[in-house]
Each structure stands twice: as C-alpha cells, then as structure tokens.
C-alpha cells in the first residue's frame, strides 16, 4: 500500500530561539520601513479608494496609438491622466484622478468618451465620487480593525492573553509589511487588494491558532519543562503539518498569479507575499513574543513573591 | 465503532448527495439549465457584475431638497403677504437648522393678523410668538423624517419605471441608507444611455421668456431669472444665456405621453408631448394671448429650446426640438413619460464591466482555480496516499456544499468571493493535513491503526475548532462592518469553513473508518 512520501523524515529538533533577536530585529525594520514609506511615499490608491475615472477601453481596429492619444487627452485639462497599454496593444488602461464633485466626473467621463471617439469598445468604466472613496476606506478600516479585535477576543479567551496579543501583533505585522510592500513597490491598492490584505490575516491566524493549540496541549503533558523547549517542541511537532499546508497554498497561489490574468494580479501578489511573511511570523514573531510576555511575567510574579517573603520576618 | 454507526453514515452520505445535487446546476452554462426539468433544483449561483458583465451605479438623492423648497416657499409667501397687508416685519429667514422660518413683526398689534397670514400660507407648521414679537414657524421632525423618506419612495419608483423604460434585463434596484438607491444592471455593453437616464431629475417646465431684460446684464428684475441653453452655445464657446420669467407658464407634471419621433419638414428628431386636459387648457391659453413670442422650454434649469409661438397651440400636443440625436430623443421621452424626481439626484459611483472583460475574469480565475486544484489533489496523493483520495473527495464534496448554499440562499459570487473560496479551501486542507500529521505521530508513538485514528481525530479536531472559529469571528465582523466587496469574501469565507467542519472531519472520518473495517490493516497507511 503505498502510504505517501513523508517530506520531514523524523520530528526535527531546531531551536527556534537561536535566531530570536535577528528575526526580531529583522520585522521591526521590515515593520518600520513599511511605516516610513506609507508616511513619505503613502500608497497608489486605485480608484475604489482615492476617487477618480477608471476606463480599460479596446480598440476594435487594431493598436493604439498612445502618445497622440495622451497629447489629446492631456489637452481636456482634467488633472492628472495616466494611460498604460494593459495586456495587448490594442488595450488601453486610462486613470484620471480625483475631480472637485461628482458632476464633474461625470462631464469627465463624457469628455473623454468625446475624444476616444466610436473606434472604442468599453472593458471597465469606473467612476468613483470623492464621498464614495472615503467611505470605503473608512468602513475597511474599520471592518479590519474590528475583526482584528474580535480575533484578540477569542483567542485570549482560548488561550490567555499572551497568546491573543503575541497572536495579533504577528498578524498585523504581516498586513503591515503587505501594506508597505505595495507602498515601496509602488503597485496599486485597490477594493482586491484589501481583501488579499484580510485573507493574509486569516491565514496568519490559523497558523498561530494551530501551533498555540499544540503549546496548551504539550503544557498539560509536560508540566514541568521550561516554557522556551517546550514552544521549540510544539512547533518542531507541527512542523510536518506547516510544511504541507503551507507549501500547498504557497503552490495555489503561484498557479493564481500565474494564470489569474492581470486583473487578479494584485490580489495574488499580495497573497503570495503574505503566505511567506504568514509563516515565518507564526513562528519567528508570535511564538518568541508570547515567550517573552511570559518571562517578564513571570519575573514580576518572582518579584513580589520576594517582596512578600521580605514582608514576612 | 468510534462513533460511526450505520445509521450516521447513511444520514451523512444522504446529506452529501444532495450537497452535490445542489450544486450541479451551478457548474452548468445557463443555455444547459434551460432544458433541466423543472421538478429538480435548479438554482444556480448568482455572479457579481464583476464577473458576469453589468452597470453598478449608486445614485444619491438630495432627500432634503423637498423640505427646503417647501421652506423657501413659505419664506416667499411671507414676505408678500405680508407686504400686501401693510405689516412691517424685519429679519424674515430661516433658521440656523432649515426646519423653520422666523421674523419679527414690528407693531405688536400686527401680532393677530400676522399669524393668521402664516396659518393661512402653513396649515401643518407650529407657530411660536416670543417676547420680542418674533414669530418662528417650526415643523415637527418626525414629519420632516416621513416627508424624506416619501423622497426616497418615489424616486424610488421613478427609477425603476425609468429603467424599465430602457427595456434592459432583470435589474435589481434597491434602497440604501436614507439617501441612496444603489441600481445593478446586468449585461450592458455600453452604460451611456443608463448614465443619461438616471444622472437627470427630468423636471420640465415652460416659461414665457421676459423680453425687457438683457440676459447678459447684471442681476434680473425680480420674477426673471437667467438660465443658460442645454446646447446651443454663443461664438466664444460658451453656453447661451436666456432671460427666462419665473412664473411657470405649464408644468411637465401635466404631460401625459412622450415618444421620439422625426419631425415631417426639416427630418430632424424631436420629441412628442401631450398633455392632460388641464394642460392642455393652460398650454393653449399661454400660447392664444402671447402669439409672436418667444417661450422657453426648460429641463432641470438648462433652456432646452426657445421658439416663438407662430399660432394658439390648442389640441394640447405639441413638439420639443432641441439639435436631438436618435438616441437623446428617446433618452428625453423615456424622462419625460416616468415623471420628474421629487429632488435633485446624481450618481456618486458608477462600476461597468463589460461583458466579455467579464468572461475573461471568470476564465482567468476558473483556470488559475482549477490548476490551483490540481497541484494541491496531486500533493495530498503524493504526501498521504489513499488518505490523500479521501481528503480529495472532501475538497470536492466542500466546493459542491459551498456553492449549493449560495445557490440556495441567494448570495452572489464576486472576484473577492472566490478569494474567500481559496481561503476556505486552505483551511478545508489544512483541517486534513492536521488530521493525518496526528496520524502519523501517534502511529510513531506506538498506538495501532484504530486507536491512532481516533486520538488523531480527537486532537486534531480541538484545534480545526480553534482555528475555524477564530477565522468563523474575524469573517462575521467583517460581514457587519465592511462595505460591498468584502462582504463578498466574508460570504464565501464563513460557508466555506462551516462546511470543511463537515467534509473534512465528518465525511473524512466516516470514509476513513469505512476503509478500517473493510480492509482491517495491520498498519497506518498513512
């Protein structure tokens, strides 16, 4: 019977606090650059957040001439216009920022609907007000915190509140470094984008979860080991589980970015950012984090019990 | 044994067929299910716009216009009746919070008959006199919120006939909040005419133009106000301003039929009006004493034409040109045939995907998704053999669960809904991988097959529950507090998980304990 190609022979036995203060010192500057780029650089708001005019038009004659098209276009006074050529030659991708009201984004529209003339063909028409905008970023926001809030919630009810805050510093970390990565890079942040951001959190989660189970379960075995081995021995015993699952997803997200088409390309590069940041935090921030609280708290537990001992003659 | 009795696994197995009845007609192109017999499910998943093709357009409405204009009115009422009954009054405005008029009559003995001009101008308005003869009108509040939410109703409704007017398939037109009215159009290829239709609050009215006064100087005598042309525009390129009387002459409320039509000299497209019997008296009284002048026809404050009137126009019908093209004509009659909108309306988001960017969505992600597949069934083979099947059979029997639901209760699939697929799929997968990982180690730590098997469905099951309701929380809050798309994902998410609790630990479990008793092996084939 043929019972399946095991990839880790045997249980491993890595420290994983070896490289603590590296990894440490790693996500900060990861977590701070992303900061300061969003500061200085901000992000390339699509329009579903920053407001504006979206137009992917096709030229049913054949390719388009770009340039003269951008002289035109340029000449209608509307601002910042951004046109790129999106898949083919005979595709075009038209961006015109923000208008003053949601009546002169209409004429907007209607203007370059003018100029573009009958040879066109409309893929995608997008026209997003500036009270639109700010709503969705407002309610993604807070959709986003609050489910991070709920996320805290349960898991510092399952498994104290080391584990719901080491839990949550670790997802927020990848959603920031995802964040900032589209902000260094430049890409655009659009609605897809937002949700890839929230998968990666759910994601995120369920690998803290598993491996914050394996720790409560090995802390009722083995009462007396100290906490840092026995973190080492719940992720080294699920590490079998991480290197499939993970591995798995990490493949079905390659097969979307490859295969998805450029419309879903932002949403699978964020997704392939936050599978690898995902797992690494799972073990490199959330676990060491969740270490560290305890020692200081048990530190402080010392503390008074000395202090107590003191009081007593 | 472990649980699984024959009467569990008759009732799971039964549960799983209908799963994958229910989901067959969503893998099916709508041509097939045309001629699906009608007594089997045939609901399928709707697709989002995103992905079939269609218009998303969010109009808001300007609920509170009715109200000031109400306000304004009286305001105006005041000031002539007063005037004409010799009451000196002073400050007449409205107040900080447009619910109410205020001013203040000068000789207190003017108090009585003031109040009794406002109650003749206001029957509903509250009347308050202060110390220092102001007099305020107030309106209650609650009236104010019922006259707004009368707004939404009939624009509203007006919409909707507008639309239906346009002849497009099923649309979907909906209240949202207090203001907006969110309108989906499916399969539009171009959304210029459906811009036209709802962008435009079509009110019509006609005036006689004030001949006395030049549009182009300064402010206008009381009772003339200056309108610019819809089109025609002055050698500088700017729109040409008219010198319109206020009074309106007849209202478009009157007009009773619109169609486009070609006028019989000139070929050119116009648009046909008649009117009820009322208007048609009005229309024909304007028309018999001001023959050899010029009247204007006016359309949400843009003078649309201004001919002279050659003759009485007494039959009641009569004809609107204004440089039309075929399509603006009809747009025009469709307006005019559903009524004007009780307030101002614009369209504050618009989302068209035409449909075959639509199509190539669906292709791109239906390829990415089934290579996606593909790779995680050969894996699992690869890394769990026979288990791997079993695990493989729980996928497909999860996807088939996911869109059954979503069939059944209505929910629509958008591109951030299959995100929330591909999630849910992840975590059906890693709900198996835990299991058989557990397999695997208690099998290392010396338990035979059975009881393995069952430790490892034990254990592993606390932390599925762990991670699904973590994930189950985090989907729910954003289901409540997102808007639109992530909504979506949040759909998708939460039935997608609900169901891997089901497939892959019910169903995965029962196939499992199946094989055992079939085959007895001495070891783990895992």
Redesign the interface.
């Given at each position: 019977?043929?019972?399946?190609?095991?990839?880790l022979r045997a249980?491993p036995k890595l420290d994983y606090f070896r490289f603590h203060r590296l990894c440490f010192a790693l996500s900060i500057a990861l977590c701070l650059a992303s900061v300061v780029s969003l500061a200085t650089k901000g992000l390339n708001f699509g329009v579903d957040f920053a407001g504006g005019i979206l137009i992917?038009a096709r030229q049913t004659t054949g390719p388009i001439d770009i340039a003269a098209l951008r002289s035109t276009l340029s000449a209608l006074n509307l601002g910042d216009v951004a046109l790129q050529e999106f898949g083919t030659p005979n595709d075009l991708l038209i961006r015109v920022e923000r208008q003053g009201s949601?009546?002169s984004e209409?004429v907007a529209?209607d203007r370059i609907?003018d100029v573009l003339g009958p040879g066109f063909?409309?893929?995608?028409?997008?026209?997003?007000?500036p009270?639109?905008g700010d709503?969705?970023v407002i309610?993604?926001i807070?959709?986003?915190t609050?489910?991070?809030?709920?996320?805290m919630?349960?898991?510092a009810l399952?498994f104290g509140w080391r584990a719901g805050l080491s839990g949550v510093i670790a997802i927020l970390h990848d959603c920031l470094t995802t964040v900032g990565l589209f902000s260094i890079l430049g890409l655009q942040f659009d609605?897809?984008v937002?949700?890839?951001v929230?998968?990666i959190?759910?994601?995120s989660?369920?690998d803290t979860?598993?491996i914050?189970?394996?720790i409560r379960?090995n802390m009722r075995k083995f009462k007396r080991m100290d906490f840092r081995d026995l973190i080492n021995r719940s992720v080294n015993?699920?590490m079998?589980?991480t290197v499939?699952?993970n591995?798995?997803?990490l493949?079905?997200?390659l097969?979307?970015l490859?295969?998805?088409?450029p419309?879903?390309f932002g949403?699978?590069f964020a997704l392939l950012w936050g599978v690898i940041v995902g797992t690494y935090s799972t073990i490199y921030v959330a676990a060491p984090l969740e270490w560290y609280l305890a020692k200081r708290g048990r530190a402080l537990e010392k503390e008074q019990e000395a202090e107590a001992a003191a009081g007593k003659p | 044994m472990m649980g699984v009795t024959r009467l569990r696994a008759v009732i799971v197995l039964a549960i799983c067929f209908v799963g994958v009845v229910m989901a067959i007609p969503s893998l099916l192109p709508a041509e097939k299910m045309a001629g699906w017999p009608s007594w089997l499910w045939h609901k399928q998943v709707s697709l989002g716009l995103d992905l079939q093709g269609g218009s998303h357009m969010?109009l808001?409405i300007d609920v509170a216009h009715v109200q000031r204009e109400r306000l304004n009115n009286l305001l105006d009422g005041i000031r002539t009746s007063m005037r004409s009954q010799r009451i000196a009054v002073t400050n007449l405005q409205l107040n900080a919070e447009a619910t109410g008029v205020s001013f203040r009559v000068r000789d207190t003995s003017d108090i009585e008959k003031a109040r009794q001009a406002v109650r003749e101008l206001e029957r509903t308005g509250q009347l308050a006199t202060q110390p220092d003869n102001t007099i305020v009108v107030t309106f209650d509040p609650r009236e104010l919120a019922e006259q707004r939410r009368r707004v939404l109703s009939q624009s509203l409704e007006i919409v909707r006939r507008r639309i239906d007017a346009l002849g497009t398939k099923e649309p979907a037109i909906q209240a949202q909040g207090q203001d907006r009215i969110l309108v989906q159009v499916p399969g539009l290829?171009?959304?210029?005419a459906l811009?036209e239709v709802l962008?435009k609050t079509a009110k019509m009215t006609f005036h006689l133009l004030d001949p006395n006064t030049d549009p182009a100087a300064g402010r206008p005598p009381e009772g003339t106000m200056i309108l610019p042309a819809d089109k025609e525009v002055e050698r500088d390129g700017r729109a040409r301003q008219y010198a319109v009387q206020r009074r309106i002459a007849v209202s478009g409320d009157r007009l009773t039929d619109a169609q486009p039509s070609t006028n019989s000299q000139t070929g050119e497209w116009v648009v046909s009006f008649k009117f009820d019997g009322q208007g048609a008296r009005q229309f024909g009284n304007v028309t018999r004493e001001n023959v050899g002048r010029p009247f204007a026809v006016v359309l949400d404050g843009k003078v649309i034409t201004a001919p002279v009137i050659r003759e009485p126009i007494l039959g009641g019908s009569g004809q609107i040109s204004g440089q039309f093209t075929a399509q603006s004509a009809n747009n025009l009659a469709v307006l005019l045939r559903a009524g004007a909108l009780p307030a101002p309306i614009?369209?504050?988001?618009?989302?068209?995907?035409?449909p075959?960017?639509g199509s190539?969505?669906i292709e791109?992600?239906t390829?990415?998704?089934i290579?996606?597949?593909l790779?995680?069934f050969t894996?699992?083979?690869?890394?769990?053999?026979?288990?791997?099947i079993i695990a493989n059979v729980a996928l497909l029997l999860n996807m088939a669960f996911t869109l059954a639901i979503m069939a059944s209760i209505g929910a629509t699939l958008t591109?951030?809904g299959i995100?929330?697929m591909?999630?849910g799929?992840?975590?059906a997968?890693?709900a198996n991988?835990?299991t058989y990982?557990r397999m695997?180690?208690e099998s290392a730590a010396g338990r035979s097959p059975l009881p393995a098997i069952d430790t490892a469905f034990n254990?592993a099951f606390?932390?599925i529950l762990?991670?699904n309701?973590?994930?189950l929380?985090?989907?729910?809050?954003?289901y409540?507090?997102?808007?639109?798309?992530?909504r979506g994902?949040a759909v998708t998410?939460s039935i997608g998980i609900a169901c891997s609790m089901f497939t892959a630990v019910t169903v995965t479990r029962l196939f499992i304990v199946g094989y055992l008793v079939w085959r007895r092996?001495k070891l783990l084939?895992?």
């Amino acid at each position: 019977m043929f019972k399946g190609i095991r990839l880790l022979r045997a249980v491993p036995k890595l420290d994983y606090f070896r490289f603590h203060r590296l990894c440490f010192a790693l996500s900060i500057a990861l977590c701070l650059a992303s900061v300061v780029s969003l500061a200085t650089k901000g992000l390339n708001f699509g329009v579903d957040f920053a407001g504006g005019i979206l137009i992917e038009a096709r030229q049913t004659t054949g390719p388009i001439d770009i340039a003269a098209l951008r002289s035109t276009l340029s000449a209608l006074n509307l601002g910042d216009v951004a046109l790129q050529e999106f898949g083919t030659p005979n595709d075009l991708l038209i961006r015109v920022e923000r208008q003053g009201s949601d009546e002169s984004e209409r004429v907007a529209l209607d203007r370059i609907r003018d100029v573009l003339g009958p040879g066109f063909e409309y893929r995608r028409i997008e026209v997003v007000g500036p009270k639109v905008g700010d709503e969705l970023v407002i309610d993604g926001i807070l959709a986003v915190t609050l489910s991070l809030l709920g996320i805290m919630g349960y898991m510092a009810l399952r498994f104290g509140w080391r584990a719901g805050l080491s839990g949550v510093i670790a997802i927020l970390h990848d959603c920031l470094t995802t964040v900032g990565l589209f902000s260094i890079l430049g890409l655009q942040f659009d609605l897809n984008v937002l949700a890839a951001v929230v998968t990666i959190a759910g994601f995120s989660i369920n690998d803290t979860v598993v491996i914050d189970d394996r720790i409560r379960e090995n802390m009722r075995k083995f009462k007396r080991m100290d906490f840092r081995d026995l973190i080492n021995r719940s992720v080294n015993e699920t590490m079998a589980r991480t290197v499939m699952t993970n591995g798995l997803v990490l493949l079905a997200v390659l097969a979307l970015l490859w295969f998805g088409g450029p419309v879903l390309f932002g949403f699978s590069f964020a997704l392939l950012w936050g599978v690898i940041v995902g797992t690494y935090s799972t073990i490199y921030v959330a676990a060491p984090l969740e270490w560290y609280l305890a020692k200081r708290g048990r530190a402080l537990e010392k503390e008074q019990e000395a202090e107590a001992a003191a009081g007593k003659p | 044994m472990m649980g699984v009795t024959r009467l569990r696994a008759v009732i799971v197995l039964a549960i799983c067929f209908v799963g994958v009845v229910m989901a067959i007609p969503s893998l099916l192109p709508a041509e097939k299910m045309a001629g699906w017999p009608s007594w089997l499910w045939h609901k399928q998943v709707s697709l989002g716009l995103d992905l079939q093709g269609g218009s998303h357009m969010l109009l808001e409405i300007d609920v509170a216009h009715v109200q000031r204009e109400r306000l304004n009115n009286l305001l105006d009422g005041i000031r002539t009746s007063m005037r004409s009954q010799r009451i000196a009054v002073t400050n007449l405005q409205l107040n900080a919070e447009a619910t109410g008029v205020s001013f203040r009559v000068r000789d207190t003995s003017d108090i009585e008959k003031a109040r009794q001009a406002v109650r003749e101008l206001e029957r509903t308005g509250q009347l308050a006199t202060q110390p220092d003869n102001t007099i305020v009108v107030t309106f209650d509040p609650r009236e104010l919120a019922e006259q707004r939410r009368r707004v939404l109703s009939q624009s509203l409704e007006i919409v909707r006939r507008r639309i239906d007017a346009l002849g497009t398939k099923e649309p979907a037109i909906q209240a949202q909040g207090q203001d907006r009215i969110l309108v989906q159009v499916p399969g539009l290829k171009d959304p210029k005419a459906l811009e036209e239709v709802l962008g435009k609050t079509a009110k019509m009215t006609f005036h006689l133009l004030d001949p006395n006064t030049d549009p182009a100087a300064g402010r206008p005598p009381e009772g003339t106000m200056i309108l610019p042309a819809d089109k025609e525009v002055e050698r500088d390129g700017r729109a040409r301003q008219y010198a319109v009387q206020r009074r309106i002459a007849v209202s478009g409320d009157r007009l009773t039929d619109a169609q486009p039509s070609t006028n019989s000299q000139t070929g050119e497209w116009v648009v046909s009006f008649k009117f009820d019997g009322q208007g048609a008296r009005q229309f024909g009284n304007v028309t018999r004493e001001n023959v050899g002048r010029p009247f204007a026809v006016v359309l949400d404050g843009k003078v649309i034409t201004a001919p002279v009137i050659r003759e009485p126009i007494l039959g009641g019908s009569g004809q609107i040109s204004g440089q039309f093209t075929a399509q603006s004509a009809n747009n025009l009659a469709v307006l005019l045939r559903a009524g004007a909108l009780p307030a101002p309306i614009k369209i504050i988001e618009q989302r068209t995907v035409g449909p075959d960017l639509g199509s190539d969505s669906i292709e791109a992600g239906t390829r990415a998704c089934i290579i996606g597949y593909l790779l995680i069934f050969t894996l699992m083979i690869a890394g769990y053999g026979l288990f791997g099947i079993i695990a493989n059979v729980a996928l497909l029997l999860n996807m088939a669960f996911t869109l059954a639901i979503m069939a059944s209760i209505g929910a629509t699939l958008t591109l951030p809904g299959i995100a929330g697929m591909v999630l849910g799929l992840a975590m059906a997968v890693d709900a198996n991988v835990l299991t058989y990982e557990r397999m695997r180690e208690e099998s290392a730590a010396g338990r035979s097959p059975l009881p393995a098997i069952d430790t490892a469905f034990n254990r592993a099951f606390t932390t599925i529950l762990d991670s699904n309701l973590t994930t189950l929380i985090a989907a729910l809050l954003l289901y409540m507090f997102g808007s639109g798309p992530v909504r979506g994902f949040a759909v998708t998410l939460s039935i997608g998980i609900a169901c891997s609790m089901f497939t892959a630990v019910t169903v995965t479990r029962l196939f499992i304990v199946g094989y055992l008793v079939w085959r007895r092996p001495k070891l783990l084939p895992v």
